[in-house]
């Protein structure tokens, strides 16, 4: 017997293709009627295959894809006639048909969000805002949102691309991107950043070190920790650690060591031989509690490489690449349960692939950020910059990774001049001479960058000392090159997002400020008496001095012949 039609065939729109859930049709025709088909399983068990019809020569047979098959739909016929004859086996099919399954989803193989074509953190309204990504796969024409607008993507295959102008009306803060990826054969993720989901604690450090999930799990400074700036050029928004014994501790466990994990973080470490960092020695503790039992850290170690830590050494790993470069540098751990492996990434690129995920405990210590728990001081302490951590109870895949290495925030608001005031250290506060001091203050809404100033017709530079970015001082000492006349200055300010407010001329609050450089001289000085003879001078006469000034002055004293002070007052 011989089989005239064997042919393969999905329900997916690609019927070559199937995905989890789509079924797949053998579709069978014999020469002449038989007396047994049967379907030869992997195991080598049977099935026999029912007839359509009566004439015993069709044969229909579908089944359901379940989630994780993949590669082609193989099949093995055996059948006989009726009168025993056996056919030979059949495991191709007859019409060049077949069907191959796809149940994986797609993934992302690179990822960039950038702004007017570079790669700043920072975006101000006006600006182009671009992603480009590719796929381990050819997708379909994605669904791109970039700050809550749906934009068209540009590309085919397996590389695209999307962009949008951002304005004052779009949300502040960590630009929103959502990504739906379909491959062709319709599996289909949808991926956003920021990822909220699963947070077990967040710290932006923006200004404190309070956890932002919702869960509690604040953290206590302890030792050399101060604010300093992000990566954005904000002030009072990153956290600084001195190397010696600054750490934060938090206010309970983060119970993430019998689950799946992910730390991330932003760190910039100084380069060898600045910020008390020597070329031999680690830069420091990222997350842990070493030495309470059981424990885990996650490091940066002497040669300035990731470091995991697991179960008192029963996993001990360390990455390759050399972050000690005074660069901020984006960092994700991860331990997938699922996978049994554990991951770190460094820049969204993989730095750390151990084939183990180790065993499950307890952390029940409290654990540190800065510092592990083998001392009080909490050494090896970091050295560097810590901003954005963010612990969640599970594993983060490749492409979250790529989507939360490059990131935008978005600065809509337009810094302004909250208060300007001018004043002289002159006795005569709207007055200034040689060696005054003329001193301009100045508060901003926001946090900027240095601003330029012009005070008395002089480019100074302004300093803030309360290093909060919005109270600022410039102060100008009066020469004789200073022009005489009611003083001037102008201030021009921007954000760190490039944000520009509006150059700022005028006080508000006091008066103008008048400088005076000429010393005033005095002409037609003459003495006179009230003799006969002016020239003369008895015993309770009156003697007078007159004369004319350059400007209105002031008089202190006047003496004559050193016997006699007169002092008086000036008109």
Known sequence: PELDLVSLASNNPYNSTAMAGDNVTLTVQSREALQTLELVHEDDTLESLTPNGVDGKQWIYSREIQSGETGPVNFLLRFTDLVG????????????????????????????????????????????????????????????????????????GTSWSAEQVLSSSDTEGLVEVELTLIDLTGNSRTLRYPETDYLMASYSFSGNANDDSGNGNDLTPHGGVALTHDRFGSVLSAYQFDGNDGFFEANQPITIGSSSNTLEFWVKIPKIGFAGLSSNERVGILFGDYNASPNANWEIHDDGQTRIHWNNGEIDTLGYKDLRDDKWHHLIFVRDLTENKFYSYVDGEPDIAYDTSGSNITLSALPRIGGDRRNSNG?????????????????????????????????????????????????????????????????????????????????????????????????????????????????????????????????????????????????????????????????????????????????????????????????
């Not at 963010?390 to 290495?405: P, T, Y």
């Open 85 to 156: 004859n056996a056919g030979i086996e059949v495991s191709q099919t007859t019409d060049g048909s077949s069907v191959s399954i796809d149940t994986a989803i797609p993934e992302l193989s690179s990822y960039t969000l950038s702004v007017n074509g570079s790669s700043n953190f920072t975006a101000k309204p006006g600006d182009m805002l671009k992603v480009e990504f590719t796929t381990n796969e050819a997708i379909s024409r994605p669904t791109i949102n970039l700050a809550g607008h749906e934009v068209t993507a540009s590309g085919s």
């Open 379 to 571: 050494g090896p302490n970091f050295h560097g910059k810590i901003d954005e951590v963010k612990i969640w109870n599970v594993a983060l895949d490749s492409s979250q990774v790529l989507m939360s290495s490059s990131v935008v925030r978005l600065d809509t608001s337009i810094p302004t001049l909250t208060s300007v005031m001018l004043s002289s250290s002159n006795n005569s506060q709207n007055l200034a001479k040689p060696a005054d001091n003329l001193t301009l203050v100045f508060t901003v809404s926001e946090d900027i960058p240095q601003p330029t100033v012009n005070l008395a017709g002089h480019a100074l530079i302004p300093s803030n000392s309360s290093g909060d970015g919005k109270t600022w001082q410039a102060v100008y000492t009066v020469d004789n090159t200073t022009l005489n006349k009611n003083v001037t200055f102008n201030i021009g300010f921007s954000d760190a997002a490039g944000n520009f407010g509006d150059n700022v001329t005028t006080v508000t609050s006091g008066t103008p400020i008048l400088v005076d450089t000429e010393p005033p001289f005095l002409s037609k000085v003459k003495i006179r008496s009230n003799n006969d003879n002016s020239t003369l001078a008895k015993a309770q006469e009156m003697i007078f001095l007159e004369f004319e000034s350059s400007e209105k002055i002031k008089i202190n004293e006047i003496k004559i012949d050193n016997m006699c002070r007169i002092i008086i007052s000036s008109e």
